[in-house]
């Protein structure tokens, strides 16, 4: 899990720095541009990660003091992520299907994949009624690599709507990326899409893509989907 933390979040800031080079002042104004809008669960677990960097290095005298301890994380957002309330749904699809950029959220809405297989996913795997989910976009800074699903039960199959089909561009070529053609979107390019979006889309402002994963597990309660079936359409590996 750390490991990733760092990957993720640390190393596209300070990954080819010179740790005697990193300040406090530094690190304080990374946390408060990255990680203001993240979980409060997020920032606990990248303050542990860069705590214990630190006191590595200066257990192998490559600090004197470890500039974590003078750090003031930002608070985060608190509590469980809620869906979409199912009044508005209908508003917002309507919206996305409208909307000329509205392709990535309006799939998100309806089929629940993570925002990285969405980013992952190439015409090879879209077929006319589902999509086969077998790889995933994980960001580097602002570089894409395409890697495996979260974990092993990440790989399936699940419907694909009628009204996400018709949203979609025209069919590229097999390896080409349904969203970014040749490459995948790179972090910055995904933000800007969600921001342009979340502007015209009143329904959409406030919502993260991880929140349309959470509607998409309401709708499927709402609609009787047995629990089994639930996880195996979120590519979960256990129930809980």
Not at 45 to 55: E, G, S
Not at 167 to 189: A, C, I, L, Y
């Amino acid at each position: 899990m750390y490991i990733n933390t760092f990957t993720v979040h640390l190393f596209p800031e300070i990954g080819f720095r010179r740790i005697a080079d990193i300040t406090a002042d530094e690190l304080q104004s990374m946390l408060t541009r990255t990680l203001s809008d993240k979980s409060s669960s997020l920032i606990d677990k990248v303050m542990l990660c860069l705590r214990q960097v630190f006191d590595a290095a200066k257990e192998d005298d490559l600090i004197t003091k470890n500039p974590v301890n003078r750090l003031k994380p930002p608070e985060g957002t608190l509590g469980e992520r809620k869906p979409v309330p199912y009044q508005k749904i209908g508003a917002l699809a309507d919206g996305l299907v409208s909307h000329p950029d509205g392709l990535l959220p309006l799939m998100l809405l309806y089929t629940g994949m993570r925002r990285g297989e969405a980013l992952g996913l190439t015409w090879r795997n879209v077929h006319s009624d589902h999509i086969d989910i077998v790889q995933a976009a994980v960001f580097d800074g602002n570089k894409t690599y395409i890697g495996e699903p979260k974990t092993e039960a990440g790989k399936r199959s699940i419907p694909l709507v009628r009204v996400v089909l018709d949203k979609m561009p025209p069919r590229g070529n097999d390896d080409e990326f349904v969203f970014g053609g040749e490459k995948p979107f790179t972090q910055s390019k995904c933000k800007r899409l969600w921001q342009r979006v979340q502007k015209d889309v009143p329904e959409l402002q406030g919502v993260f893509p991880h929140i349309l994963r959470h509607t998409y597990t309401m709708l499927l309660r709402r609609a009787g989907v047995d629990p089994a079936t639930a996880q195996y359409l979120l590519g979960h590996e256990d129930y809980s």
